[in-house]
């Protein structure tokens, strides 16, 4: 079978090869294939590129960034410098579990590429470390996010629209908002608006009418999601949240709740994932984007 890929990969070394030596490009193409291929950042690469013909930026020290394309290994940590070429946002930061050292690192990484860094469920220790070599730092406290916006930030498109049942949901709920926003939609808000006042949601319908997804965050029994997605004519995405009493079972009850539902076109992510489910709702709003041009 031939392997597309591997074979893009050389024609991108051939046209390498009148830069930098043949026996340079030669090495670089046995240590390119004894891995999985892994696309290239073609703007990083053409920068990098006009600063070796300028004389800028030595043969070695090409190669050297040349081996960090794919990713960059730190030890404790790959980080994944083609995310965004893959995926379309840049890889994200979960920082429980990590120390303040590694996160830092971590973000420094990142933030050298040039495109946006989320860092979630960041406490504000975290904050306090990375804004001290990072001015632009954002910390958004209702999220529990940590953010360096991008120099170049997309326009807003289409919208996603983020529903909580209950003040108690906003963590998770401002969590998916930020995500969606930060991969370029345009975010809808609207809170408490649970079943135990129904009412709520019905007169502020008219702003869930106008999104192609609309993510749904709940604790409690989680009941929210199945109430719009039988009135949505859009996909909806079920978050249940840890939010409840004790039979709640740390947000099991929604989560079975939201998975049994009754109601076509629901889709439900793990409790408290707000992440997820900003991201998931960001990727289908973008699909809407390019099937209908609103």
Request: net charge neutral.
């Given at each position: 079978?031939i392997?597309?890929?591997?074979?893009?990969?050389?024609?991108?070394?051939?046209?390498?090869?009148?830069?930098?030596?043949?026996?340079?490009?030669?090495?670089?193409?046995?240590?390119?294939?004894?891995?999985?291929?892994?696309?290239?950042?073609?703007?990083?690469?053409?920068?990098?590129?006009?600063?070796?013909?300028d004389?800028?930026?030595?043969?070695?020290?090409?190669?050297?960034?040349?081996?960090?394309?794919?990713?960059e290994?730190?030890?404790?940590?790959?980080?994944?410098?083609?995310?965004?070429?893959?995926?379309?946002?840049?890889?994200?930061?979960?920082?429980?579990?990590?120390?303040?050292?590694?996160?830092?690192?971590?973000?420094?990484?990142?933030?050298?590429?040039?495109?946006?860094?989320?860092?979630?469920r960041?406490?504000?220790?975290?904050?306090?470390?990375?804004?001290?070599?990072?001015?632009?730092?954002?910390?958004?406290?209702?999220?529990?996010?940590?953010?360096?916006?991008s120099?170049?930030?997309?326009?807003?498109?289409?919208?996603?629209?983020v529903?909580?049942?209950?003040?108690?949901?906003?963590?998770?709920?401002?969590?998916?908002?930020?995500?969606?926003?930060?991969?370029?939609?345009?975010?809808?808000?609207?809170?408490?608006?649970?079943?135990?006042?129904?009412?709520?949601?019905?007169?502020?319908?008219?702003?869930?009418?106008?999104?192609?997804?609309?993510?749904?965050?709940?604790?409690?029994?989680?009941?929210?999601?199945?109430?719009?997605?039988?009135?949505?004519?859009?996909?909806?995405?079920?978050?249940?949240?840890?939010?409840?009493?004790?039979?709640?079972?740390?947000?099991?009850?929604?989560?079975?709740?939201?998975?049994?539902?009754?109601?076509?076109?629901?889709?439900?992510?793990?409790?408290?994932?707000g992440y997820?489910?900003?991201y998931?709702?960001?990727?289908?709003?973008?699909?809407?984007?390019?099937?209908?041009?609103?």
């Open positions: 079978m392997n597309f890929d591997y074979l893009v990969c050389l024609s991108f070394y051939r046209a390498l090869s009148e830069v930098l030596s043949p026996t340079v490009c030669y090495n670089l193409l046995k240590w390119q294939r004894r891995r999985e291929f892994r696309p290239i950042n073609e703007k990083k690469l053409q920068e990098l590129l006009a600063a070796v013909q004389g800028k930026v030595s043969i070695d020290q090409a190669v050297e960034r040349l081996r960090m394309l794919p990713y290994d730190l030890g404790f940590a790959r980080v994944d410098h083609q995310r965004y070429l893959r995926r379309g946002f840049p890889e994200v930061i979960y920082c429980p579990g990590k120390t303040v050292e590694q996160i830092e690192a971590i973000v420094d990484r990142l933030a050298a590429s040039g495109g946006t860094v989320l860092a979630t960041a406490e504000p220790a975290v904050f306090d470390a990375v804004k001290a070599k990072h001015p632009r730092a954002e910390y958004h406290l209702q999220a529990r996010a940590l953010v360096i916006r120099e170049s930030e997309p326009e807003p498109v289409g919208c996603v629209a529903v909580s049942a209950g003040t108690a949901d906003l963590p998770v709920a401002e969590e998916a908002a930020l995500t969606a926003e930060l991969i370029g939609s345009r975010v809808e808000r609207l809170f408490d608006v649970g079943v135990a006042g129904i009412h709520r949601l019905f007169d502020n319908w008219d702003k869930l009418s106008r999104a192609r997804v609309i993510v749904v965050v709940a604790g409690m029994e989680g009941a929210l999601a199945s109430v719009v997605g039988g009135l949505a004519t859009c996909p909806v995405i079920a978050v249940p949240t840890s939010v409840g009493y004790g039979a709640h079972f740390g947000g099991l009850a929604p989560l079975l709740t939201m998975l049994n539902s009754c109601a076509s076109g629901v889709a439900v992510v793990n409790i408290d994932n997820g489910a900003g998931m709702a960001a990727l289908i709003n973008r699909v809407g984007e390019g099937s209908t041009g609103q």
